[in-house]
């Protein structure tokens, strides 16, 4: 069985037990994400595709590590002056090893989208103010 995600930016194709390398995520090593933009899954000949994600559907991965991809140099130079530029940069990625592929919605519990639980009380509207008189500020 494959997935077909989307997380930074970019469209990844996982399998179960494959470690992907991504744009930085927030987590230590050990914790378990969930993708939930996922666009395709297959399974042998059975494809589902979405438009554009498929509804319910997840993707289960723990992060294996943080690290840096390979430096990248950026040498600027103008003709007749004394213009050079030396640039270096290495972006921070994550490393995540896929764990689950749920189809619809499995109802996995582990570190999701925090959603709402807060049973603080709901905001009141604010009271609308009259508007101010035209002559009364004189």
Known sequence: ??????????QYRVAGGQEIIIEKLDGEPGDTLV???VLMIGDGDNINMGAPTLSG?????EVVGQTRSAKVITYKKKPRNTYRRKLGHRQQQTVI???DILAKGG??????AKA???DAPAKKPAAK??????????
């Open 129 to 138: 103010k009259a508007p101010a008189k035209k002559g009364a500020a004189k």
């Open 35 to 37: 993708f939930g933009e």
């Open 57 to 61: 559907a997840q993707v289960v991965g």
């Open 1 to 10: 069985m494959f997935a077909v995600i989307k997380t930074g930016g970019k």
């Open 116 to 118: 709402k639980t807060d």
């Open 97 to 99: 090893k896929i764990t």
């Open 107 to 112: 109802a996995s519990e582990k570190k999701t």
